[in-house]
């Protein structure tokens, strides 16, 4: 049997401009870990590393990355300080539904966004920690990927794969004693959700996405639904039939 590795001590996080990803930073400077913070909006980061700084005393760096800049991936993963223990990939863009159906740039943009930018990297830092024998992924998706709906298909088609791709890396990476979690959050409050009409008892903070999150990883999870319901909400709308799921406007 495979040994599960001891808990790590240094996490990356792509797309750290990321609300959800920054309560997560937060909990896990508490605890004492290096924080890199990888993303487009370096000032932001500036900004936000200097705020953990203070907060927890926390050891923080700030590193330029672009998803959908797949050609600088590798130069970037190697020109860290630090091999991360955990990665967390929390980057995303929803994109516009309507506009994705008739503009393809904002159609390749969502698909890079959520989900080709993850596997480019991804592949990356998985081949490191499988060398190295250390190290574990989170990857945060949504529920959005679990069926097509008509208000959001390109972001949730792009996600599918992103499921999908880490499904398979877990499994990849469970018989070499490594980790992946799989994060599906339903409604979250973030500057992705501004202004949008979401129903209170279904929405969580950031910050409640965040805990939710570092306890997870703790207790070793493979799939991690945020809020908890989001699992049974789709576990109806995955069972509703064809013929009738077509006819609703979801
Ligand atoms: N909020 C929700 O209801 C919800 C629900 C399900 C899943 N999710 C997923 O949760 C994750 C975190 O989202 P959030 O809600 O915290 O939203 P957010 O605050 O808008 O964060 C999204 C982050 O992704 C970054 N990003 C987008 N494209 C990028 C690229 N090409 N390269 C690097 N970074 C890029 C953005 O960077 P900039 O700061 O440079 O724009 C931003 O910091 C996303 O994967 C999202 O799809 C969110």
Excluded at 164 to 177: D, I, P, T
Aim: proline fraction near 3%; hydrophobic fraction near 40%.
């Amino acid at each position: 049997m495979t040994t599960i590795k001891s808990e790590p001590q240094s996490v990356l996080i792509l797309g750290a401009g990321s609300d959800i990803a920054f309560a997560c930073a937060g909990l896990w400077a508490k605890e004492g870990k290096h924080i890199l913070l990888a993303g487009r909006n370096t000032s932001e980061l500036d900004r936000r590393a200097a705020d953990l700084k203070v907060r927890y005393q926390a050891s923080v760096s700030v590193h330029l990355f672009d998803a959908r800049k797949f050609d600088s991936h590798e130069t970037f993963y190697q020109s860290l300080p630090y091999r991360p223990d955990i990665v967390l990939c929390a980057f995303g863009y929803l994109g516009d539904q309507a506009k994705a159906c008739h503009d393809f740039e904002e159609a390749l943009n969502i698909m890079e966004s959520n989900y080709t930018g993850a596997v480019s990297i991804l592949n990356i830092v998985a081949a490191d920690m499988i060398q190295r024998k250390s190290g574990g992924i989170i990857g945060i998706s949504s529920v959005a990927g679990e069926r097509g709906r008509m208000s959001n298909y390109h972001y949730g088609s792009a996600k599918a794969g992103f499921t999908a791709y880490l499904s398979g890396l877990r499994n990849r990476l469970a018989h070499e004693g490594l980790r992946v979690m799989t994060v599906k959050p339903g409604f979250v409050r973030t500057r992705m959700t501004e202004g949008l009409p979401l129903p209170a008892p279904l929405t969580a903070t950031a910050e409640k996405a965040g805990k939710d999150i570092v306890q997870a990883w703790k207790k070793k999870k493979d799939v991690l639904y945020t809020l908890w319901m989001w699992k049974w909400v789709m576990w109806i709308i995955r069972n509703i039939p064809e013929f009738v799921f077509k006819k609703l406007k979801l």
